[in-house]
Every structure is written in C-alpha cells, then in structure tokens.
C-alpha cells in the first residue's frame, strides 16, 4: 500500500488526498509533522527517487526561508542536507508519495498515476 507523508494545512496535500480518494487509491496517510522519515528512511527514499536531494526540500515554507536555506545547502554535504531534513518534517517536501517502485515529493498527478500504476 503507497505511503503519503502530507500536513493537513496544506492545500497541495488536500488535492493530492482528493484525487486519491476520488480514484479509490488505498494508501496511509502519515502526518509529515508528527511522524516525519528519520535520516535512515530519508537517505533510502533519496537513493530510490533518482532526484537531486534538493528535490525533497519544501523551498516554500517558512522554515526553509527563515533559516536561509536556499544560500546554505549548496555549501552543505549530502550528509548534513539529509539531517537536516529529518530534523522537521516541515523541511521535506510534501506530499511525499512512496511506493514499492517510486518516491515522489510534490505532487503532479500524471507523475503520480504512472507511479501508482505500476
């Protein structure tokens, strides 16, 4: 079953857990708050994506503008990106699609039904 990390205050979360829901796609929500990947988790969906890592940063959140980032992590390592990620789930992009064959942060939904598809 697809694993979504989403935020219940996010609009793009809401239309992606819509169009799941209107497309009678089984998944678990997980709460990218509460519950957000640790640096494990986040190193592996990193390497199964295929994606720059800097694909799996919410540059339009708060936090990520508060702390400057987008002039900070082209001087940091692979390493210290990725823990700073797992420090707040309000750092990872979201929604954050898992399935056994693909990772995707964001969601575009014809990237999402080739994804669920297979």
Not at 26 to 51: A, W
Not at 70 to 86: F, W
Not at 92 to 118: C, H, M, N, Q, Y
Request: proline residues 5%; aromatic residues 8%; hydrophobic residues 35%.
């Amino acid at each position: 079953m697809p694993k979504v990390y989403c935020y219940d205050r996010c609009s793009t979360c809401k239309k992606a857990l819509s169009w799941l829901d209107n497309n009678n796609i089984m998944y678990e929500k997980l709460d990218i708050k509460t519950q957000h990947p640790d640096e494990t988790v986040l190193r592996e969906l990193y390497k199964k994506s295929g994606l720059p890592l800097k694909k799996f940063f919410n540059t339009s959140g708060m936090l990520y503008r508060d702390m400057q980032l987008s002039s900070k992590l082209p001087g940091m390592t692979e390493d210290e990106q990725l823990a700073l990620l797992a420090s707040d789930g309000m750092l990872v992009k979201r929604p954050l699609l898992i399935t056994d064959s693909a990772v995707l942060p964001g969601f575009k939904e014809a990237d999402w039904k080739a994804a669920l598809e297979k």
